[in-house]
């Protein structure tokens, strides 16, 4: 089904109506009542006299939080939706920088007796923001990333024959609401009638449930970030197999080489991907992994996507065509127009370096490596890239080589300023259950690998997970500021 996600939704209401649309603890809610409720809900919008501005939406991952998005789109009302784990003070300064005339939540909109049937009959405006979303905020303050209704549907329209989303898939959404991810795991599964398994985020890094989850719905697609991967694979068979899974899609970081080394077994009838995007432009590449040939390296972000064109450019600004290494720029049909406050784009947003096109690219902070095959792997991020003694050190390079290790779960680097050397380098690692691994070990072990001046001046071992955003990546502001306390 293509076209508007709204009419999609709305049709799914009619013609299948007790067919389930979302499920979430033991409640089970289908496509008449999802619609009823966000027609409710669009119908009270309604009457807003600023029915232009942004609203600011404090929903969690709930059928009820699904059905005020699902209103707001209905009302034809762009909202911004953050992350409920930023700080109260934070979601403040992104409401006001939005321009909100209110902030509502699922509580703002209580259920009545009265049928408001939603309707579709508002003209589709293809050029209008719909979803506020922001950057994780990982590497500093989240930035407000406007997407256009013609955009989301383009991807939605994309997505659902990719991979096989219809009446009779089921797909586990492990991801917040407000991350970019659930317009494939929420938007585009509703839209082409599937069926959401709603994932508790109180109980996201609990291997036993979601592998509970797996097996009672049969989920059919499993997009998510390493996590939920890493948290079965650790289980080392416990959980069993996952038969049905048709559509396994890792994205958003890079599983660790044991992870991906299990992903066959749990998963022995599906499709393996790798998929590369980010929130500025969504999914932009997509690797199908061979099971009996999987990378020990780095992994290929694989092809762009139908329209999707790509630039790798280096330092001197030059186009990368074969071996080479430089910058990931991005334009997709999908992408924002920009970041809301326009100055935060300046250098992000731009034209082809060649002008070879006249489409806007993303420079993605991401740098690649393309071997003379035409082969495209990621390298590491230009802002995780430090000077030690003069020597510029990729921290991503030193994470995956820790990765390697067998004893190692999960890892980060830290670099801390430094008056002599420019800067020290932290590495801080988890170690397997039941490992005897030290720091010392650990030292040695990259010492044999690495640089003198890409060895980590300190190694710290862990029996604990690392501290993770919202959006499951490792929380590495909360970690470097743990780092400076210890050492003030």
């Known amino acids: 089904m293509t076209g508007s996600l709204t009419a999609a939704i709305l049709q799914h209401g009619e013609t299948r109506p007790d067919a389930p649309a979302l499920e979430y603890g033991n409640e089970t809610v289908t496509y008449r009542e999802l619609c009823l409720r966000a027609g409710q809900i669009a119908a009270n919008l309604a009457g807003d006299s600023a029915s232009d501005a942004p609203l600011g939406l404090v929903a969690a991952k709930t059928p009820d939080?699904?059905?005020?998005?699902?209103?707001?789109?209905l009302a034809?009302?762009?909202?911004l939706l953050p992350s409920l784990t930023l700080a109260g003070q934070t979601r403040a300064e992104l409401f006001r920088a939005a321009g909100c005339a209110r902030v509502v939540s699922p509580d703002d909109f209580p259920a009545t007796e009265a049928v408001h049937q939603p309707s579709a009959g508002r003209t589709p405006r293809p050029d209008a923001p719909t979803f506020h979303l922001t950057t994780s905020g990982s590497t500093g303050v989240p930035?407000?990333?406007?997407?256009t209704e013609g955009a989301v549907d383009?991807?939605?329209?994309?997505?659902?024959?990719?991979?096989s989303l219809g009446p009779d898939s089921t797909v586990l959404n492990y991801s917040p609401l407000n991350f970019d991810l659930c317009l494939l795991d929420i938007w585009a599964t509703l839209k082409h009638g599937g069926r959401v398994v709603l994932v508790d985020p109180d109980r996201a890094t609990n291997a036993r449930y979601l592998a509970g989850l797996l097996h009672e719905h049969r989920v059919t697609v499993l997009q998510a970030v390493p996590m939920?991967?890493?948290?079965?694979?650790?289980?080392?068979?416990?959980?069993?197999?996952f038969p049905h899974l048709r559509h396994v899609i890792v994205t958003g970081d890079t599983p660790q080489p044991s992870t991906l080394a299990a992903l066959p077994t749990l998963f022995p009838q599906a499709d393996l991907y790798n998929l590369y995007g980010c929130t500025e432009t969504n999914d932009s590449m997509l690797y199908r992994f061979d099971r009996h040939a999987l990378p020990t390296g780095r992994i290929p972000l694989g092809r762009p996507l139908p329209d999707v064109s790509i630039v790798i450019v280096d330092e001197a600004g030059a186009v990368v065509t074969r071996g080479g290494t430089g910058e990931l720029y991005v334009s997709t049909p999908f992408q924002t127009t920009g970041y809301l406050d326009e100055s935060l784009g300046a250098n992000r947003f731009v034209p082809h370096p060649t002008g070879a096109d006249d489409r806007v690219y993303y420079r993605t902070g991401d740098l690649v490596d393309v071997a003379p095959d035409g082969r495209i792997t990621l390298v590491g991020r230009t802002d995780f890239q430090v000077k030690v003694r003069g020597v510029r050190t990729n921290l991503t390079e030193i994470e995956r080589l820790v990765a390697e290790h067998q004893d190692i779960?999960?890892?980060?680097?830290?670099?801390?300023?430094?008056?002599?050397?420019?800067?020290?380098?932290h590495a801080i690692s988890r170690r397997r259950a039941g490992s005897t691994l030290t720091g010392l070990d650990l030292r040695q072990y990259l010492a044999r690998r690495l640089p003198r001046t890409a060895i980590p001046s300190t190694v710290r071992i862990t029996d604990t997970p690392l501290p993770r955003t919202s959006t499951g990546k490792p929380d590495r502001e909360l970690l470097s500021r743990l780092l400076r306390k210890e050492m003030a």
Request: charged share 15%; net charge negative; glycine share 14%.
């Open 76 to 79: 034809g009302r762009p909202f």
């Open 409 to 425: 779960v999960e890892t980060v680097t830290i670099a801390t300023p430094d008056p002599v050397a420019g800067n020290l380098l």
């Open 154 to 163: 383009r991807f939605t329209d994309w997505a659902g024959p990719r991979f």
């Open 65 to 73: 939080g699904i059905a005020l998005v699902l209103g707001c789109l």
């Open 228 to 241: 939920p991967f890493q948290l079965l694979a650790a289980g080392e068979g416990e959980f069993g197999e």
């Open 143 to 147: 930035k407000i990333v406007p997407l």
